[in-house]
């Protein structure tokens, strides 16, 4: 059963300090205080090797030479005047050298316990040169897939991106952060930032407080609590303040409510550009605005160092101030091992691609991989009816392309492709023909068409891979058009025009408004950017050897225009209804006003999304029936028992994502239509029915009233569990004062 960590009573406001860092603090000047403020730019320079002497940088970013991260903590540890090792930060985000699907394809797995391996290993392959910190899990709310970095995030809901973070932060930090093959994680972007207008990266975000409290702030409330090592600022402003400068955040809310001990990082030069967002008006303020916001350490950008001393002798900061900053960063160095660590030793020839890692990275992308579509039970491929299968498409054989955003020490010549995997999976028995189709998914040119119909029309059915390439999604890559880019629907309609079978295997960061196309292919396995093991996955998925079991993690919008669109949306005072919609097309010329509905959808399409949250085909086929309640009433003492039976009627043993919903339906504050609040995944034979279990506890119908109260609210709710969040199978139930 998968649940986030509720909200929890709140800790000892003063965090105890080891001996080893009171005494070391004490023993500082006040020039080396600040340089543990400072993270720097690693290299091998003359500049940097005299600072990291000096005991003037705690941290360094971005090196991943061994032998130069070595160094440097030699210099550090050995002749920095107190032996203060370095903090060495790298965005390890889906992977070091094994790439696993990006983390929204992960979230789409809905399997916590494998991200927390696959979290593992990237963090020990990092580990393995040097690094020590990673700045992730990024559990943002994503609503918008315009915005480019929603590639980055768990998705749309606040409770799968707080079990999904919760996991890959267990991944990367272990039970003991001091053994060598973890490293710390950072909760990020805090908070907002994907609330960006317009989903253009880096922009304002306006998000009420009652929104804010219930949707956005719920993942970093869980990643608080299971002692993330770290958090970091957005680069956005929130209501009008940007988060590096926001006080309400990082000290009432991080600091006094939730007690947080941990140290806050900014991002990448956000203090400086204070100043650029216009709040303030030269470097100096910038720096004080950060520093009593609650900001511990500055990332490249060198406000602190600049200004610090200056900004002490005028009496804006006290000495006592910076010393509660660098304690938070001496104890994240302790609880490391830093001070423990032999850097004299000679570093050991690190293990990359190991076999074992290689099949987890095959697991995660195999379960991720989302069946949107499947007409005419086309899928699975049977090899012994087929002769010649055509593979078209840019990215069925692009090695890099298939790694996605944010893999900047991923290696393409290890990736295995699609086409790849189905030569050896099918070796002789099948005839592949391969066409490029396209020279990139953004290409215009139709020059590679003709060879691509001529296979096509050869051969028993076509696999066409397409999508995204990895450089549209991520950091700075926003769309305003969510279309298969470039001249990829008309390649879908040339080669639908020859009749043939057609499987769309599509490969992209993002959501996509795939509505133009649906009726052009028969199938549809949205693969996302599987990483390094993407091509034997999606192979298996293709050929039977496996089932898709991935779930959306976010909804699939039909037009841009619907956006934002997610399931979890208001009911408003005038609902969308079937017997309301009416479409533009069929609308009398010079109607009355009033025979519009009146209902709360667009006139050009339909109100719902082409792909909801939580869906997700299978070769099983599962039925839902007997859902029971233990209590129809239930004080906030009690828990709610709850079972429903699951039968696979189909040919295929699959695994199942159940999903446990809930409606409070009514509140001090409007609720939810839909809010999700467990799930499991479970596996069931062909023909084999499971009896599925949750248990329901009143914490998790808690939320932020119109005061911003977390509380219990007596009333009747409505509760659902299914294979996605449009069931209509439904129980009532009631939570009551007592």
Not at 91 to 107: E, M, N, R, S, Y
Not at 523 to 551: D, N, Q, R, Y
Request: proline share 5%; net charge negative.
């Amino acid at each position: 059963m998968h649940k986030p960590s509720t909200f929890s009573s709140p800790k000892s406001a003063v965090h105890q300090y080891s001996k080893r860092v009171t005494e070391l603090i004490s023993r500082m000047n006040l020039q080396e205080k600040i340089g543990q403020l400072s993270q720097v730019m690693g290299n091998d320079s003359q500049q940097l090797a005299e600072d990291v002497a000096k005991g003037i940088v705690g941290s360094v970013i971005n090196e991943v030479d061994p032998k130069t991260i070595l160094k440097l903590q030699r210099i550090a540890s050995q002749k920095s005047r107190l032996g203060i090792p370095l903090l060495v930060g790298r965005d390890v985000i889906h992977g070091f050298k094994t790439i696993f699907p990006i983390p929204l394809g992960q979230a789409a797995s809905w399997d916590p316990e494998l991200i927390k391996l696959a979290a593992g290993i990237a963090g020990s392959e990092a580990a393995s040169i040097g690094i020590n910190w990673t700045f992730a899990p990024m559990i943002d709310i994503s609503r918008d897939p315009r915005w480019g970095r929603i590639a980055e995030s768990f998705g749309e809901d606040p409770v799968l991106s707080s079990v999904m973070g919760v996991s890959m932060i267990k991944g990367f930090q272990g039970e003991n952060l001091k053994k060598s093959n973890y490293i710390a994680a950072c909760a990020k972007h805090f908070v907002g930032y994907g609330a960006s207008e317009s989903g253009r990266d880096y922009c304002t975000t306006n998000i009420p407080e009652n929104e804010l409290r219930n949707i956005y702030l719920p993942p970093f409330k869980a990643a608080a609590d299971a002692g993330v090592a770290s958090f970091m600022s957005s680069f956005s402003d929130l209501d009008g303040l940007p988060a590096s400068g926001n006080k309400w955040l990082l000290d009432t809310i991080l600091r006094k409510e939730w007690q947080y001990p941990g140290l806050v990082v900014s991002d990448w030069e956000s203090i400086a550009q204070l100043q650029i967002h216009g709040l303030t008006a030269t470097p100096q303020e910038s720096a004080f605005t950060a520093f009593d916001a609650g900001v511990d350490m500055e990332m490249v950008s060198h406000t602190y160092r600049d200004h610090l001393t200056t900004l002490l002798n005028a009496g804006k900061i006290t000495e006592q101030d910076i010393d509660s900053k660098v304690l938070r960063i001496l104890d994240l160095k302790e609880k490391l091992g830093l001070f423990e660590v032999d850097f004299t030793a000679d570093a050991n020839q690190p293990v990359f691609y190991a076999n074992k890692d290689l099949e987890i990275a095959k697991q995660l992308a195999l379960k991720s991989c989302v069946l949107l579509q499947n007409n005419n039970q086309t899928l699975p491929l049977h090899p012994d009816q087929l002769n010649s299968i055509a593979v078209i498409g840019p990215l069925a054989n692009d090695g890099y392309e298939q790694l996605g955003t944010w893999i900047f020490d991923g290696e393409a010549e290890y990736s295995v492709t699609l086409l790849n995997a189905l030569r050896r999976d099918l070796g002789d028995a099948v005839e592949i023909k391969f066409a490029k189709g396209m020279t990139n998914t953004r290409s215009y040119g139709t020059d590679l068409f003709a060879e691509s119909i001529r296979l096509a029309e050869q051969s028993d059915v076509v696999i066409l891979c397409l999508g995204e390439e990895s450089i549209l999604s991520g950091e700075a890559h926003s769309r305003a058009e969510l279309n298969l880019p470039g001249n990829q629907q008309l390649l879908i309609e040339e080669i639908a025009a020859t009749g043939k079978s057609i499987v769309l295997v599509i490969m992209a960061g993002r959501p996509l408004t795939l509505e133009p196309i649906v009726d052009k292919v028969d199938s549809i396995l949205f693969a996302w950017h599987p990483g390094t093991m993407g091509g034997p996955a999606i192979s298996e998925l293709l050929l039977g050897v496996s089932s898709p079991s991935g779930k959306l993690p976010v909804t699939f919008p039909r037009k841009v225009g619907q956006i934002p669109i997610y399931y979890n949306q208001k009911h408003t005072g005038k609902p969308s209804t079937e017997s309301q919609f009416i479409h533009m097309d069929n609308i009398p010329e010079r109607s009355p006003q009033t025979s519009l509905g009146m209902a709360a959808t667009h006139l050009d399409t339909h109100f719902s999304p082409l792909y909801e949250f939580g869906f997700g085909l299978s070769y099983g086929r599962f039925e839902y029936s007997n859902l029971t309640l233990d209590k129809k009433s239930l004080d906030r003492g009690e828990k709610l028992h709850i079972k429903i039976t699951v039968k696979n009627t189909g040919k295929y043993n699959a695994e199942e994502v159940v999903q446990l919903y809930i409606r409070d339906l009514v509140g001090s504050v409007t609720r939810p239509v839909k809010e999700l609040k467990q799930f499991k995944r479970i596996c069931i034979n062909a023909g084999s029915s499971q009896v599925v279990e949750f248990e329901l506890a009143p914490t998790e119908l808690a939320f932020y009233n119109r005061n911003m109260e977390l509380t219990n609210e007596a009333g009747k709710f409505h509760l659902w569990v299914s294979g996605s969040s449009s069931s209509e199978l439904m129980a009532e139930f009631e939570l009551t004062h007592d």
